[in-house]
T-cell receptor
Framework: GAVVSQHPSWVICKSGTSVKIECRSLDFQATTMFWYRQFPKQSLMLMATSNEGSKATYEQGVEKDKFLINHASLTLSTLTVTSAHPEDSSFYIC?????????????FGPGTRLTVL | GDSVTQMEGPVTLSEEAFLTINCTYTATGYPSLFWYVQYPGEGLQLLLKATKADDKGSNKGFEATYRKETTSFHLEKGSVQVSDSAVYFCAGYSGNTPLVFGKGTRLSVIA
């Protein structure tokens, strides 16, 4: 099956710094990537949808200047949490869909746990 | 908009017990339906799916049948194991909408 990786798998940073999370589709071209946020013991919340080469579409309530998403190639999307604060601590999961999958069938990365001190 | 309603947990079962986790989907069209599993500290893995009415998805002993009349996709397993302990998410999409997830059901299986 299609494989999606995320890096780093966990990160601890100081308040006020920026953190970049990478999401890669390893064996297929991902025309669309999705970024989710998951709080402890809760479901996934879709943050944004990004299509290769175009600006991301953010869900209501998600600050686009806070969570910068770049989808520069068919295999890589990045999420940058700018000026991170403790309330940004969460589990961030990306997913990708593309030519190997049915439309909108998504393959999920393993997640990145962000802790902001 | 579309929504997914699944049984709230947590669910605690003894090993070899029968499992049912209910899921219903509300949509304007006929959605494709999925069950995902999330093991502790990990991302989501697709467990099974069904893309049209009366389809049965199955994997690792789990089954779910897409019931059109009730738009339900209940997850079942005849005999659970300790290794099945995880959080299970029902999800679906119709048309060009993104995946919509249920709130998740935490399953704990005790030996």
């Amino acid at each position: 099956g299609a494989v999606v990786s995320q890096h780093p798998s966990w990160v601890i940073c100081k308040s006020g710094t920026s953190v970049k999370i990478e999401c890669r589709s390893l064996d297929f071209q991902a025309t669309t990537m999705f970024w989710y946020r998951q709080f402890p013991k809760q479901s996934l919340m879709l943050m944004a949808t990004s299509n290769e080469g175009s600006k991301a579409t953010y869900e209501q309530g998600v600050e686009k200047d806070k969570f910068l998403i770049n989808h520069a190639s068919l295999t890589l999307s990045t999420l940058t949490v700018t000026s991170a604060h403790p309330e940004d601590s969460s589990f961030y999961i990306c997913s990708a869909s593309g030519q190997l999958a049915d439309y909108n069938e998504q393959f999920f990365g393993p997640g990145t746990r962000l802790t902001v001190l | 908009g579309d929504s997914v309603t699944q049984m709230e947990g947590p669910v605690t079962l003894s090993e070899e017990a029968f499992l049912t986790i209910n899921c219903t989907y509300t949509a304007t069209g006929y959605p494709s339906l999925f069950w995902y599993v999330q093991y502790p500290g990990e991302g989501l893995q697709l467990l099974l799916k069904a893309t049209k009415a009366d389809d049965k998805g199955s994997n690792k002993g789990f089954e779910a049948t897409y019931r059109k009349e009730t738009t339900s996709f209940h997850l079942e397993k005849g005999s659970v194991q300790v290794s099945d302990s995880a959080v299970y998410f029902c999800a679906g999409y119709s048309g060009n909408t993104p995946l919509v997830f249920g709130k998740g059901t935490r399953l704990s299986v005790i030996a």
